[in-house]
T-cell receptor
Framework: EAQVTQNPRYLITVTGKKLTVTCSQNMNHEYMSWYRQDPGLGLRQIYYSMNVEVTDKGDVPEGYKVSRKEKRNFPLILESPSPNQTSLYFC???????????FGSGTRLTVV | GNSVTQMEGPVTLSEEAFLTINCTYTATGYPSLFWYVQYPGEGLQLLLKATKADDKGSNKGFEATYRKETTSFHLEKGSVQVSDSAVYFCALTVGYSTLTFGKGTMLLVSP
């Protein structure tokens, strides 16, 4: 089944403890993105990647890192999480910008 | 820059009513336009899209027409069902830019 898989689905962590949210797609898509969804703010892009080793900042990149060492994986790294990073995170992939993105099921992160 | 404006919700309808959710955009260049739907507790799913002016996207009884003259991409459905209750997002891409979303419109359909 064609899909984008994120892990974990739920995560509660403490301020400052490094964490990684994994994202993997099995569709050989070039484009991958990370979004966060917050009430009243909608979806905001964190980082995106157009191909292996090519990444760029989105609208809200502060406090996040990404890497694209292979086509299928696009992990999101929070080096020192803070409570304002408590949010619902989505990874998405697409073969090109006009095709439409396939989204993962989301990761609900709580930083206390 | 690029932006998408959607009508605020929630939109509350009875089953079998006609649905319109307004979406307008501003973009530098010629965008591709999308509607996504998010059911409770799930990720976003692509509902329909249109990549050039006057194109009509359609899926599951939903339709939207790319209107360049009014920079709009309104979502319509002739007869909604309870199962259509969800949050609907209008979005665009331009060139190599990635998705820009509207803030979403919640639809609540009662029996």
């Amino acid at each position: 089944e064609a899909q984008v898989t994120q892990n974990p689905r739920y995560l509660i962590t403490v301020t400052g403890k490094k964490l990684t949210v994994t994202c993997s797609q099995n569709m050989n898509h070039e484009y991958m993105s990370w979004y966060r969804q917050d009430p009243g703010l909608g979806l905001r892009q964190i980082y995106y990647s157009m191909n292996v080793e090519v990444t760029d900042k989105g609208d809200v990149p502060e406090g996040y890192k990404v890497s694209r060492k292979e086509k299928r994986n696009f992990p999101l790294i929070l080096e020192s999480p803070s409570p304002n990073q408590t949010s619902l995170y989505f990874c998405a992939s697409s073969p090109d910008q006009n095709y439409g993105y396939t989204f993962g099921s989301g990761t609900r992160l709580t930083v206390v | 820059g690029n932006s998408v404006t959607q009508m605020e919700g929630p939109v509350t309808l009875s089953e079998e009513a006609f649905l319109t959710i307004n979406c307008t955009y501003t973009a530098t260049g010629y965008p591709s336009l999308f509607w996504y739907v998010q059911y409770p507790g799930e990720g976003l799913q692509l509902l329909l899209k249109a990549t050039k002016a006057d194109d009509k996207g359609s899926n599951k009884g939903f339709e939207a027409t790319y209107r360049k003259e009014t920079t709009s991409f309104h979502l319509e459905k002739g007869s909604v069902q309870v199962s259509d209750s969800a949050v609907y997002f209008c979005a665009l891409t331009v060139g190599y830019s990635t998705l820009t979303f509207g803030k979403g419109t919640m639809l609540l359909v009662s029996p």
